[in-house]
């Protein structure tokens, strides 16, 4: 009978810790998906915001990726507007380790932010997602962010925002 209780007891403080670190994983990261469809030579379908020690965009496109296209971020950091940060990139090309500081949706930077820890990634030969890695440290340890995302193919001049034109998408705390 005491070794029921205690087993009991046991099992509870085991559901009560996996539901606090269930919690604490979940204030960290989301997603949000973008109707397939509404763009033909690029298509954002998902979008997944991981806040960590480095803010983490990963992109899927429901078309393949294809030369010409740039693909654009905006992290918004902060109370209210805050400060946003604007990166840009092809696919397979190389990459500058820093970020602009901008107006929100804005494309000419005011300034520059020196970011060596920055990794960007898409690929046209494989079927991973279109990918961004900032160290927190170079958006100044936000204690949440935001992010808008915009898909553009050059040749064509279709593009695709997520999760819709000049939006930010919900605030992902740390």
């Known amino acids: 009978m005491v070794a029921t209780r205690w087993a009991a007891r046991a099992a509870a403080a085991c559901a009560v810790g996996f539901m606090a670190m269930g919690g604490t994983a979940a204030a960290d990261t989301t997603r949000y998906d973008d109707p397939i469809g509404d763009s033909t030579e690029v298509d954002v379908s998902r979008v997944r ?11 899927r496109s429901a078309v393949p990726l294809a030369a010409g296209q740039l693909y654009t971020f905006w992290i918004q950091t902060g109370r209210g507007a805050g400060r946003t940060y604007h990166v840009a990139f092809r696919a397979n090309s190389d990459f ?14 005011t300034r520059f932010v020196e970011c060596p820890g920055v990794r960007a990634r898409a690929d046209i030969f494989s079927d991973a ?11 100044g340890e936000p204690g949440r962010v935001r992010v808008a995302v915009r898909f553009a193919d050059e040749t064509t001049g279709a593009a695709d925002w997520a999760p819709e034109r000049r939006t930010f998408g919900p605030w992902v705390t740390r």
Do not use: K, N, W, Y
């Open 96 to 109: 500058e380790d820093r970020l602009g500081v901008v107006r929100p949706f804005g494309r000419h930077p």
């Open 129 to 139: 997602p279109v990918a961004i890695r900032v160290p927190r440290s170079c958006l």
């Open 49 to 59: 915001v991981v806040h960590r020690d480095a803010v983490t965009v990963r992109v």
